[in-house]
């Protein structure tokens, strides 16, 4: 079936720029053309008509590190507050992870992706952990993504903070899924601090016979940085890179406390470092120098760390954060849109193993019709600035992945919103108890 939607101001993010009165043609889960509204119009007269009412249309959105099993933290008072890093992690999340079961994996995944994709979000690469809960927990998020019809690269993040067993199993589920290939996956480890020699070594060996590259938190907070130097003499990513875990397609997490020498074991690496504003200010961690480190070659893309799946609001917060930090007006904003717009695309079109995130012929058929009439002109030039300045999560109307609508006129498609916030509040207070 062809499906022809427009007419709009089509921000294509190619060198086509933006097609004011344009259209997309979609068949299946492809784009098979981009061009003025009227010429598609005429040329494929019997396509079914999505129309967009003269608003903006753009690539679906791309989130590049996320923690879906957070979700039942929301609302939650975990009692008093954290002083430090360290115990925002023993107090809140290790509790909250160990409380999940089977149906509280598989309802944080539903209700979370179900919010991407309200924000126009049609990607998503998790980083999960349920230690009560592991073998099979990863087909719990892929059964969510494929109901709602989202993209989602997963893995299981691996720890030695709940024994050999525990490190083990999630060793095991890492390959379980990875072997699968149900969807695009990645080999999970934790952090640095939570990891020994051994099992290091283990999930090097074992993700060297699959193929795989790695998701790892890296250098989030002090901790990291800390552990490494005394129990290896080196800093965190001297350790990661002598262990073989970065390299390229690896993602690590953060990158806060780096030093100038780990910033170049990044960039001589490949992995590519995920930026989380909302979560490294909200955590008090520090921030990372992510516009020195882009200078020195370091690929880096944005995600959220599960503090919001609202990835518009995330490219204001790394802007302004970076503005603020470099004191130079306006630094990060072309930056940080260069950043979500085409390198998230870029390295999830490799994960994904086809073109995501550009509107043009033969790209993945992921896109959003908003409600923006920009008030100003538009232009490929300035389009990163109706972003920062104009366009919300509010006026993302319609969403399409692979073809399929997810979201139609704010509504999720084949999903009753009501009937699954009772089912999750339900759930949410048995693993309240639990915690």
């Not at 994904?352 to 232009?379: K, S, V, W």
């Amino acid at each position: 079936m062809k499906r022809l939607i427009g007419p709009g101001a089509v921000a294509t993010m190619t060198a086509s720029g933006v097609i004011h009165s344009g259209g997309v043609l979609v068949e299946g889960d492809r784009i098979t053309a981009v061009a003025a509204y009227d010429e598609l119009a005429e040329l494929y007269p019997d396509a079914e008509r999505l129309d967009a009412r003269g608003a903006v249309i753009m690539p679906g959105l791309t989130n590049a590190h996320t923690h879906l099993y957070g979700l039942f933290a929301r609302g939650f008072a975990f009692g008093a507050s954290p002083a430090s890093f360290r115990q925002i992690l023993e107090q809140v999340w290790w509790r909250l992870d160990k409380a999940l079961a089977r149906e509280a994996v598989h309802l944080s995944a539903l209700c979370g992706l179900a919010d991407h994709l309200r924000c126009g979000v049609t990607t998503i690469v998790d980083h999960h952990a349920s230690p009560s809960y592991i073998e099979g927990s990863l087909d719990e998020i892929a059964d969510a993504a494929e109901h709602l019809g989202i993209r989602a690269c997963l893995c299981y993040e691996v720890t030695d903070r709940n024994g050999p067993a525990g490190a083990a199993a999630g060793i095991a589920e890492n390959v379980r899924y990875l072997k699968a290939r149900r969807t695009p996956a990645l080999f999970g480890l934790h952090a640095s601090f939570t990891l020994s020699d051994e099992t290091l070594a283990a999930a090097r060996r074992t993700a060297d016979d699959l193929g795989a590259s790695f998701h790892i938190h890296l250098a989030e907070g002090p901790e990291d940085p800390a552990h490494a130097l005394i129990h290896s003499g080196q800093r965190t990513a001297h350790r990661l890179a002598k262990a073989g875990i970065l390299r390229p397609g690896t993602f690590v997490g953060h990158g806060v406390h780096l030093d100038e020498e780990e910033a170049a074991i990044l960039a001589y690496t490949g992995a590519t470092l995920t930026h989380q504003p909302h979560s490294n200010m909200g955590n008090a961690v520090g921030f990372p120098r992510i516009l020195h480190m882009r200078e020195r070659g370091v690929k880096v893309a944005l995600g959220t760390d599960g503090y919001t799946p609202d990835m518009l609001e995330t490219l204001r917060a790394a802007a302004t954060l970076h503005s603020h930090a470099t004191v130079t007006p306006s630094a990060g904003v072309g930056e940080f849109a260069n950043v979500l717009l085409k390198e998230n695309p870029s390295l999830l079109s490799t994960v994904f193993q086809q073109p995501i995130g550009r509107l043009e012929p033969n790209a993945a058929a992921d896109l959003i019709i908003t409600d923006y009439h920009p008030p100003t002109p538009m232009t490929a030039d300035n389009f990163p600035f109706h972003l920062y300045f104009g366009i919300s999560s509010a006026h993302i109307r319609t969403v399409i992945v692979g073809g399929r609508i997810a979201v139609l006129d704010h509504r999720l498609v084949g999903l009753d919103e009501e009937a699954l916030s009772r089912q999750a509040q339900h759930v949410a207070g048995q693993v309240w108890k639990q915690i």
